[in-house]
T-cell receptor, first 110, second 114 residues
Framework: GEDVEQSLFLSVREGDSSVINCTYT??????LYWYKQEPGAGLQLLTY?????DMKQDQRLTVLLNKKDKHLSLRIADTQTGDSAIYFC??????????FGPGTRLSVLP | DSGVTQTPKHLITATGQRVTLRCSPR?????VYWYQQSLDQGLQFLIQ???????AKGNILERFSAQQFPDLHSELNLSSLELGDSALYFC?????????????FGPGTRLTVL
């Protein structure tokens, strides 16, 4: 079945860039998403990328997609303490099925 | 604010009991998804409804059931509760048309089974 994998933890210093990586197995994925979950809250859609794109930039966020390697990354520039959260990668194949990764817990150190 | 509402926010109950969680999707969204998030299992897809009908099933236990009503709100029923059912339960809604066709999550219901 489809699977999405992420590393579970990442620590960075405030002001540095964070790069969160994700790999997926479903080659028919059409959209890939990044969600952010702050403590005690629901998942908030951060950004998404269509599978025919290589890169998408949105303010401090840059999404890179390597479709050949089925690798997705989220770069957060100038990481702030407010960016501390769990980041979920998810994929969707235009069907009903969304598959989420286990989440990467980002800790931003002062 | 995603536009998806869930009630109650917190629920504390005892083993063996039954509870009902409620979700109201964003205006115009036809699909509702239910997820369970626990510390050791991550985010697990339970079930999806589209316009009142069950569309997809994930790792949902037989003790759990759901339905979507004509006004598109949905309820998740959990019965014969066990300690391991303690978790955050999220619903998400989706429009099912337009691009990108993404899910929007509610704030969740935290269930504690004692």
């Amino acid at each position: 079945g489809e699977d999405v994998e992420q590393s579970l933890f990442l620590s960075v210093r405030e002001g540095d860039s964070s790069v969160i990586n994700c790999t997926y197995t479903d080659s028919s994925s059409t959209y890939l998403y990044w969600y952010k979950q702050e403590p005690g809250a629901g998942l908030q859609l951060l950004t998404y990328i269509f599978s025919n794109m290589d890169m998408k930039q949105d303010q401090r966020l840059t999404v890179l997609l390597n479709k050949k390697d089925k690798h997705l990354s989220l770069r957060i520039a100038d990481t702030q303490t407010g960016d501390s959260a769990i980041y979920f990668c998810a994929e969707n194949d235009y069907g009903q099925n969304f598959v989420f990764g286990p989440g990467t817990r980002l800790s931003v150190l002062p | 604010d995603s536009g998806v509402t869930q009630t109650p926010k917190h629920l504390i109950t005892a083993t063996g009991q039954r509870v009902t969680l409620r979700c109201s999707p964003r205006s115009g969204d036809l699909s509702v998804y239910w997820y369970q998030q626990s510390l050791d299992q991550g985010l697990q897809f339970l079930i999806q409804y589209y316009n009142g009908e069950e569309r997809a099933k994930g790792n949902i236990l037989e003790r759990f059931s759901a339905q979507q009503f004509p006004d598109l709100h949905s309820e998740l029923n959990l019965s014969s509760l066990e300690l391991g059912d303690s978790a955050l339960y999220f619903c998400a809604s989706r429009r099912d048309r337009g691009d990108p066709d993404t899910q929007y999550f509610g704030p969740g219901t935290r269930l504690t089974v004692l």
